[in-house]
């Protein structure tokens, strides 16, 4: 079985030279169908050998330690800790080598960190999410003015395969009326089309922060990715930041 993972991916943004980060893809490691073949989540029904062996490849070829959350779609966010799986959907780390990590199959990952290269972080921003504040959460735990931060958006499902329901919509203008504009008609009536990759840069905007980076790569179109929208029994890839040793 193959363990070459050679189509991650390096988010493309101007963090600090101390400052790593990787997305995972299907490619590499040793789950089987439908979890083929670098599945890292161990909450959906793959081999539990095979999730080990894929999470023991990732730490060994990035050379840092994931720290893994039990994720719920809230606000929680957590100081990255190796060895604890918490319940919290985002962590933030000052410490060379533990790298914050979120698992997706269509949800937003978020990975942020400081221009000075200090601090990092990533949040798992569904759609529940976003609106129930993990962004702006994950932001005071950082602790960092808004305006030396840096953010990337990873692959999460695009605009144009993302139907969701009028309480959606009406989730997001109660806080934000700008979010009006992520908001398009869908072919189903009484229903929309939402464009997360908007909505997270609408709710970092409300927050002063504009260096955000990334988007664009929807997961329901791009084989690459697990997509829960394409498959409900899927695997999950990860989003990692973390700083140098």
Same mark, same amino acid.
């Given at each position: 079985m193959s363990a070459r993972a050679d189509d991650w991916l390096v988010p493309d943004w101007p963090a600090p030279a101390g400052v790593?980060?990787?997305v995972t893809?299907?490619?590499?490691?040793?789950? &089987?169908?439908?979890?083929?073949?670098?599945?890292? #989540?161990d909450h959906v029904g793959d081999e539990p050998t095979a999730v080990a062996w894929n999470r023991r490849y990732l730490q060994q070829t990035l050379g840092c330690r994931p720290v893994w959350m039990s994720q719920v779609h809230s606000s929680v966010v957590i100081e990255a800790e190796p060895g604890i799986c918490a319940v919290a959907d985002a962590s933030w780390s000052d410490r060379p080598g533990e790298a914050c990590a979120v698992l997706t199959a269509d949800c937003l990952p978020v990975l942020?960190?400081?221009r000075a290269g200090t601090r990092v972080a990533a949040a798992h921003a569904g759609w529940r999410g976003l609106a129930g504040g993990v962004l702006e959460a994950t932001l005071q735990a950082l602790a960092v003015p808004a305006?030396?931060?840096? &953010?990337?958006?990873g692959?999460?499902?695009?605009? #144009?395969?993302f139907e969701v329901g009028p309480e959606v919509r009406e989730a997001f203008l109660a806080q934000h009326a700008a979010c009006a504009e992520a908001f398009g008609p869908s072919r189903n009536a009484g229903r929309f089309m939402a464009d997360l990759y908007r909505l997270a840069r609408i709710r970092l905007a409300a927050r002063g922060v504009s260096a955000v980076y990334g988007g664009?790569?929807?997961?329901?179109?791009?084989?690459?990715?697990?997509?829960?929208?394409?498959?409900?029994?899927?695997g999950r890839f990860a989003s990692l930041v973390w700083l140098e040793r």
């Open positions: 790593r980060a990787c893809t299907r490619s590499g490691g040793v789950s &089987v169908a439908p979890f083929d073949r670098f599945n890292l #989540g942020l960190c400081d305006d030396e931060l840096l &953010v990337w958006l692959p999460a499902i695009g605009p #144009g395969a664009g790569l929807c997961t329901f179109g791009d084989p690459r990715f697990y997509s829960y929208r394409r498959a409900p029994r899927t």
